[in-house]
């Protein structure tokens, strides 16, 4: 029995770093020591994360329950202030923690100089101990104050341009979308507790709820109904159908902060809600369908909008709605360890990925401070060619880009191949659901390339006054983003699965937590189906292969060549090479069409109909409102002829 | 016979609340309150309660009827101008509302009983202001000292409200 | 006649009513050394109060797992009364506190603000230590009348005016409910002793169905619900509550109606405990309405001081409900929530007092535009009440809306828990439109000078370590809540 008492440090130190930077930051002044104490802190906190982190590797046994304060006590029931180090929120802390410091050293560098860096420091640790205390919360009761922590500390990065408008709307929109979902996770919670109450049994204690579940009717309605609200607090949070309007609108934060809150960790906190609750979700085959299949639509819609979009922030954003949409597949169809792999896997590249473009923001943003021009500096049309000036930044991005794409040996083929293996041979999967991850993720490979192409690669479009001025950013910014793309190179190693020579150690690590739940409900990959393995993974490596060659033939090899042009030559390269009949015919068939599908999901669903549904509603309760203070006249008469008619209205009621 | 007797004071009673009321000039509406205070003497007197019934001539037939005069005619309040009545659709339903709970109430009402202690042998064999004495100084002294707690912060309302300055 | 003073004495027991003794013993000295005072110097009668609500809050903590029973069944000071008198003399407390600049500030130093603020306290503990409708009726006029004259204490002022007015015509006109419920009781059980009438009508259940007893106990709770600012009795609380000078506005809002609730609970589980099947039904409806159009019309408000208003007839609605649960939970419940909407709404009320500035012309939803940055300790102040407003965990509104929720999910009434939660997502709505306004807007004009006055700054702070307290370890006073159930 090893001993996990230290556990509290971890969130603690953010805490502390929060606190000094909050109330002292304004008169310390110096960004040195400001960003020192709030790097250092999170730091601390991951050193004690790897020592428990290995502690529980050597240790037989996987699940401890560490309490430190009872919290509240109503009835039967009895919540603690207590921490839950398990295979699962060990790979948790290490991913928060992890990435989190690096983050925070790279932001020393990113937020330089800017107005209120000690608030920004404070928010940012804040975040961490909210992150913190989700994942390693023993209830569901502890989680929700990380829940809704991490919300309170989202809205107030994504709203750190306060003197910008779009910032204050978009951090209200996040901050009020969540909200939605956090009303699913309470009743869900709410309904949870009084189902198991009926039995006797008064606990929000994950263990516990997972040793009592089996008193619910498997499959039944309370179980149903009950996974589905925790789900929809998922949806809020990880951004899926119907509520991930906010994420793309919350990119008007700082940089570091997508990448963190709204890439790495925040976001995947509804996989982890999921993956916690196992057991909960593996008794309501719907709700595990309903998982499925929004997890798969959101994959393939955002993916398809990704292709659309022109702001460097933005198709990242997209491609992390898509990329959580794997996720909550690989849930639906019980594969609960992929789905946590790949939330791993894509902490690493998708975090390198969103510094990589904020390095690249902030050089371009530096080149045209120093031109004295206004342009966009997350414009990819005003990009090109940066690979030479930043080659530090480019190569971190393109090994990310090759994990998010699929490349064999990078980490993101292991995780994204085993989820698309589940979908295909899960017993809680289907064919459809694979050909769904599939289709979005060869949209995934063109994208993301299309994005490497369009600013690393061919003619530099920026303007020329400002083009000698971008430059390489400095190293605390760089030495996060080579750390993070070593780990997008080596991370799925530990994962590499058995069809391939590998021990999938990541599976086995995780085993304590789903495993049982796996056997219970026989939720496994079907043996008939061990056939397809290598011929689907061949499959997928294909459609990503075809996605970059997609993406080069229209961003190098005919860089930026208007359609004008290209139609004017047609009739020679058609008659003469030939390639550039499959060119167009690809352009016309695949890539326009999509193109129109992504621009139409964008413009003509997105914008009127989800932004529809909340302004509705948003109406009713104002007219509502409106015809309530109507009665409000002011006049005394009223409001006593009011009481009076209420009165008799009650007695009358009771009497007769 | 009694009950005869008690009909003919309740009607005089509900009338001349009505004309405190309805009345015009606000000297007609005192007078007629004066009547009401009256009209309730008797009651008590029926009630074998003539210690009460003497009070409440004292105290509000005379002392504050007085004082409520003193207020007219200081104020000079002549008679109240002709306003159109407001509202007077909520008066109308709110009245109607009012009429037809107490129907219903007194049509399945059951009050037909005495309960508590002080019967009317108990009034008789102990005298009734020694039982009023023993009610307020005995079993409701808290409640009689509160009330005088109740005056007092009532006269200093009184004078913050009204005085001139601070 | 020698009996009587006998018998009279026989029942007097001063350790019964010490505490609202003590506080009265205060206001009446207040009120003679008023006469002494130097005209507009108030400081000396603020501490004066303060010392005598210190004295008072010793006494008080004293009395707790001591209950005293006196003066022929009128009062008990049981641990549930004590609960509630540490209720009131907090708010009292915290009122204080941030009154004596506020009264400097806007040109009203009236130094009989202070032994008013005195009675009504002792109003408010005869409301929840007293067992005899009477003793509760007398404490409730008590109460009432000192507050109507707080609430128009502002003499020159036409809204000041109005709030009195207003407050005292409705407030008069709920009485008459309540007394007719009072008479009805008297009739049907010929007596007014609380635990009495329990015992006629559990030992005469054919009573329970006449319609004279659900009448008395409906007028009785409608005078009671109007207090407590329950729909359709609320509508005088926005008007009061704007017009109302501010730290009167914060006393109002949980001294006032936490009194109201204790006589309520008190009356309607020992008295009435046999029509709980009807009263439980009532409130239930009530409690959906409260809450429904108190954060739905507080969406529509523009004045902080009305916003605030509104919030808490939705805040009364989230404390039925565990009346409607009437089971431990739900009571301790109710008691938890009291304390700790006092904390957050006093807190937040003393903010508004520092940011109203002389005159109160700032207290719109425009006037806080950039308030977090041009004062940040009141804007952090300000934020963490609204978190607790809101129910965001750990605060003090979460742990309290968790309790009163956990107590309906006990009872089986799991839909009014869902629609209370759903009322908290709505009122995020406005709460949340102060702080984007605090932190998301440039200000539109320079805040210049707001006083920050230590006797405000220090109520702020209490009541800051007040939610955080009761947010993060509430374990032990939900323990005492328990305690103090009867």
Known sequence: MQDYSLIWLIPFFPLVGSVINGLLGKKIKNEKVIGTIATGAIALSFVVSCMLFFRLLGDSQKVHEVIIASWMSAGKLQIDWGFLLDPLSGVMIMVVTGVGSLIHLYSNGYMHGEEGFYRYFSYLNLFCFSMLMLVLGNNALVMFVGWEGVGLCSYLLIGYYFEKKSAGDAAKKAFVVNRVGDFGFLIGLFTLFWALGEHGIWTVQFTKIAEHAHLLPAGGAVVTIVTLCFFLGATGKSAQIPLYTWLPDAMEGPTPVSALIHAATMVTAGVYMIGRMNGLFAMAPDTMMVVAIVGAATAIFAASIGLAQNDIKRVLAYSTVSQLGYMFLAMGVGAFSAGIFHLMTHAFFKACLFLGSGSVIHAMHHAYHHAHLHDDPQDMRNMGGLRKKMPITFLTFFVSTLAIAGIPGLSGFFSKDEILWWAFSSTRGGWILWLIGFAAAGMTAFYMFRLVFMTFFGEQRTDERAKDHVHESPFVITLPLIVLGLLALVGGWIGIPKALGGANHFEHFLAPVFEHTQEMFGIHSQHSLHAYEFPLMGASIGVALVGIFLAWLMYVKNPEAPKALVARFRWLYVAIFNKWFVDELYDGLFVNATKRLGRYCWKGFDLPIIDGIVNGAGWLVQGFSRALRFWQTGQIHGYAMTMVIGAVIIVAVYIV | ?166 | ?486
């Open chain 3, 1 to 486: 006649m020698e009996n009587l003073v006998q018998m009279a004495l026989q029942n007097v027991n001063m350790a019964a009513i010490m505490p609202s003794l003590v506080l009265c013993c205060f206001g009446m000295f207040l009120l003679m050394i008023n006469v002494f005072m130097p005209r507009g110097k108030t400081t000396a009668a603020s501490l004066i109060s303060l010392l005598g609500l210190a004295v008072t809050f010793v006494v008080t903590l004293r009395a707790w797992n001591h209950p005293e029973l006196g003066f022929a069944g009128h009062v008990a000071l049981d641990n549930f009364a004590t609960f509630f008198n540490v209720i009131f003399l907090i708010a009292a407390f915290l009122t204080v506190l941030m009154s004596d600049d506020y009264l400097h500030r806007e040109g009203y130093p009236v130094g009989e603000f202070y032994p008013l603020v005195l009675f009504t306290t002792a109003g408010a503990m005869w409301m929840a230590s007293g067992t005899d409708l009477m003793t509760v009726f007398l404490g409730l006029e008590v109460l009432s009348i000192s507050l109507y004259v707080l609430a128009g204490l502002f003499r020159g002022q036409l809204r000041s005016n109005e709030a009195g007015l207003k407050y005292f015509l409705l407030g008069a006109f709920s009485t008459g409910f309540l007394l007719y419920g009072t008479a009805l009781l008297y009739g049907v059980a010929g007596t007014t002793n609380i635990a009495d009438i329990g015992f006629y009508l559990s030992a005469h259940g054919k009573m329970l169905q006449n319609p004279m007893t659900i009448a008395g106990m409906l007028l009785l709770a409608v005078g009671f619900l109007f207090k407590i600012a329950v729909v359709p009795f609320h509508m005088w609380t926005p008007d009061v509550y704007q017009g109302a000078p501010t730290p009167v506005t914060a006393f109002m809002s949980a001294g006032p109606k936490a009194a109201a609730f204790a006589a309520l609970v008190r009356i309607l589980i020992l008295g009435l405990g046999g029509l709980q099947a009807d009263w439980s039904s009532l409130l239930w409806m009530l409690a959906v309405l409260t809450m429904f159009i108190g954060n739905v019309t507080a969406i529509y408000q523009t004045d902080i001081k009305r916003m605030l208003a509104y919030s808490s007839i939705a805040h009364a609605g989230y404390a039925l409900v565990g009346l409607v649960a009437a089971n431990a939970v739900g009571i301790s419940g109710i008691l938890f929530y009291m304390l700790a909407y006092t904390f957050m709404n006093i807190g937040a009320f003393a903010v508004l007092v520092l940011a109203g500035k002389q005159g109160e012309d700032n207290l719109t939803l425009e006037g806080f535009s950039g308030f977090g940055y041009k004062r940040p300790f009141l804007g952090v102040a300000m934020s963490i009440f609204l978190f607790a407003l809101m129910g965001i965990p750990p605060t003090a509104g979460f742990a309290g809306k968790f309790y009163i929720f956990a107590g309906a999910i006990n009872a089986g009434y799991i839909w009014l828990a869902i629609l209370g939660v759903l009322n908290s997502a709505i009122s995020l709505y406005y709460y949340l439109r102060v702080m984007v306004y605090m932190y998301f807007r440039e200000p539109q004009e320079d805040y210049g000078w707001v006083r920050m006055n230590p006797g405000t700054v220090v109520s702020i702070v209490l009541a800051i370590v007040g939610v955080l307290y009761l947010g993060v370890v509430p374990g032990k006073i939900m323990e005492m809540a328990k305690m103090a159930l009867f």
């Open chain 2, 1 to 166: 016979m009694e009950v005869l007797f008690f009909y003919l004071v309740a009607l005089v009673a509900v009338l001349s609340g009505l004309i405190v009321v309805t009345a015009k000039s606000p000297v007609n509406s005192a007078l007629a309150l004066v009547n009401t205070f009256f009209c309730l003497a008797v009651f008590y007197v029926m009630l074998h309660a003539p210690f009460m019934a003497a009070i409440q001539i004292m105290v509000y037939a005379g002392a504050i009827m007085v004082l409520i005069l003193f207020v007219i005619m200081l104020l000079n309040m002549g008679v109240e101008p002709h306003k159109k009545p407001t509202h007077i659709a909520w008066g109308a339903i709110g009245g109607t509302l009012v009429l037809l709970v107490s129907i219903l109430f007194i049509q399945r009402g059951d009050t037909a009983r005495a309960v508590g202690n002080i019967s009317k042998d108990v009034v008789l064999r102990e005298g009734h202001t020694a039982l009023i004495g023993k009610a307020m100084f005995v079993d409701f002294l808290l409640p009689f000292e509160i009330a005088s707690i109740l005056l007092l912060v009532a006269i200093v309302g009184a004078v913050i409200l009204a005085k001139k300055e601070v």
